[in-house]
């Protein structure tokens, strides 16, 4: 199993950013795709999460409304659409599956909210 997160990056508080995540090594469109953050010194936070076929989706309170999750099966990639960033949502982002209860995550990617 591999996962590679993409499209971190520093932005104005306000701005927006899209991160990808690129799956290999299992059978993407049977499982259901997670994002995740961490801060220094925080435990990891589910951010939202998307089911194996994409119709069905969850977020974290703090992000309703301002992040949008989706996956392209045929791409084997997840998406995290970030608009209306505040500084609170810098952290690094990691994406995560969880196939036979072993959870796999990615390298993560840095999302810095700053002026």
């Known amino acids: 199993v591999q996962l590679v997160e993409s499209g971190g990056g520093l932005v104005q508080p306000g701005g927006s950013l899209k991160l990808s995540c690129a799956a290999s090594?299992?059978?993407?469109?049977?499982?259901?795709m997670s994002w995740y953050r961490q801060t220094p010194g925080t435990e990891r936070e589910l951010v939202a999460a998307?089911?194996?076929?994409?119709?069905?989706?969850k977020y974290t309170d703090s992000v309703k409304g301002r992040f949008t999750i989706s996956r392209d099966n045929a791409k084997n990639t997840v998406y995290l659409q970030m608009n209306s960033l505040k500084p609170e949502d810098t952290a690094v982002f990691y994406c995560?599956?969880?196939?036979?209860?072993?959870?796999?995550w990615g390298q993560g990617t840095q999302v810095t909210v700053s002026s």
């Open positions: 998307i089911s194996s076929t994409g119709g069905g989706t």
């Open positions: 995560n599956v969880r196939i036979r209860m072993v959870n796999y």
């Open positions: 090594g299992f059978t993407f469109s049977s499982y259901g």
